[in-house]
């Protein structure tokens, strides 16, 4: 699962037809940057992959004034099936060394319906707390191995905390999307539009 990817399919789904430039803007107003160490040539490199594979497509290419010529994208069929299994991958599976993964889930979570989400943030839960009683086994297996280092149990306890907090984060999300919190697939009064922006992009 790669939360570039994902960022990358989202976008152009949102904005399409969108050239790199403006997908590159649009994900460091988001902070993608800092939390899924998102750099400029990633954006570029990554829609050409995306375009060589057949999950986005070229829909033309612009040039105004003396700035290089701008290629706009949109999804294929392909890109659509892809961008959805990617986002069910990063809202359903727990990555404890990949918080990117999820963070790139919820920007796009809306796409699914509510029962869906909340189904998976309660499977999250679950895992989580799995991973609690798992934590714990392997303490003990390490106290009982003689040539491991004391240091590795904190290893344990530090990621196990982290997945908590994560765990203590997805139980309030959950009860404020019981409430009807957000817009989500399906739903009536969509918050927004999907606009053609290729003729209004700087």
């Known amino acids: 699962m790669s939360a570039t990817r994902l960022l990358l399919l989202g976008t152009v789904r949102i904005f399409q037809p969108v050239h790199g430039y403006f997908v590159r803007r649009e ?11 998102l750099n400029p040539g990633s954006v570029y490199n990554g829609l050409r992959t995306l375009a060589r594979e057949g999950h986005i ?9 003396g700035r290089p010529a701008r290629t706009s994208y949109r999804l294929t069929d392909d890109g659509s099936t892809e961008f959805l299994a990617l986002l069910r991958a990063a809202l359903w599976n727990v990555s404890p060394h990949e918080p990117a993964n999820l963070m790139a889930g919820w920007s796009f979570a809306w796409a699914l319906t509510r029962d869906e989400v909340l189904a998976a943030l309660e499977h999250r839960i679950e895992q989580i707390s799995a991973s609690a009683r798992a934590t714990d086994f392997a303490i003990e297996d390490i106290g009982r191995a003689s040539h491991m280092p004391d240091s590795v ?7 196990q905390a982290r997945l908590d907090g994560e765990a203590a984060w997805a139980r309030q999300l959950l009860e404020r999307l019981r409430a009807g919190e957000y817009w989500f697939e399906g739903e009536p009064n969509r918050p927004w539009s999907s606009p053609e922006f290729a003729a209004t992009q700087p």
Do not use: K, P, Q
């Not at 994900?27 to 160490?37: E, I, P, Q």
């Not at 497509?57 to 004034?65: H, K, L, N, P, Q």
């Open 27 to 37: 994900l460091l107003s988001w902070h993608a940057d800092a939390w899924a160490h």
């Open 57 to 65: 497509e070229e829909v033309g290419t612009e040039t105004r004034g």
């Open 153 to 159: 149990v904190e290893h344990y306890r530090l990621m």
